[in-house]
């Protein structure tokens, strides 16, 4: 039986309309930033101002997400491989075109060093801001049950590592508290039998 690595087989993915997407994704979020912008302006610049005043705005944001999503898929179509270097890719070339309007090489690098980064630190730890997917066929109940069974520690080694007191407490304490309190200030406490 072959490995999982050779049944796995690459299919090609559409660069133009990944570009087409996310620029009408990005570009339509350029577009609210730019009303926004022109909304908050102390001088009154007209309802055109959007696209006059903060047009640039749009225009940035269209082509970081047409650059990002091109790229990404380009990447994929000439390596034939579905990992994360294909977002580092388009997200190098989404940050360079940041750095583009700051003017600088320096800038260009760094900001696309940086969006690399972070694309390629969100597609590795599965793209997904609120964590990984649940098993759609375990229910709840058990999936709970089975987390709490893999991450539960036994209450001697807890003991051990960091002593009883703060609401921790092993079998016995009440005896050995009233003890060493009578040791020490030779006070007879009554024992309480909420700890055992």
Avoid: C
């Amino acid at each position: 039986m072959a490995s999982g690595d050779d049944d796995h087989q690459y299919h090609p993915k559409d660069s133009i309309k990944a570009a087409a997407n996310g620029a009408m994704v990005t570009g339509t979020a350029g577009a609210f930033v730019a009303a926004v912008q022109n909304t908050l302006t102390k001088r009154n610049v007209g309802p055109w101002g959007v696209f006059t005043r903060s047009g640039g705005n749009i225009a940035a944001f269209t082509l970081v997400g047409g650059a990002y999503g091109f790229a990404k898929n380009a990447s994929a179509n000439l390596r034939e491989k579905d990992d994360s270097l294909n977002p580092t890719i388009g997200g190098f070339f989404a940050g360079a075109i940041m750095g583009l309007r700051v003017g600088s090489t320096p800038a260009v690098l760094g900001y696309g060093a940086l969006t690399a980064v972070v694309m390629a630190a969100y597609d590795f730890t599965g793209g997904n801001l609120r964590g990984p997917k649940k098993d759609e066929e375990m229910d709840e109940f058990e999936r709970k049950q089975q987390m709490r069974k893999n991450r539960r520690i036994p209450i001697e080694e807890t003991i051990s590592q960091l002593g009883e007191g703060r609401g921790i407490y092993a079998p016995g304490y009440d005896e050995r508290r009233q003890q060493r309190i009578k040791e020490n200030y030779g006070i007879d406490v009554p024992a309480k039998s909420t700890h055992s």
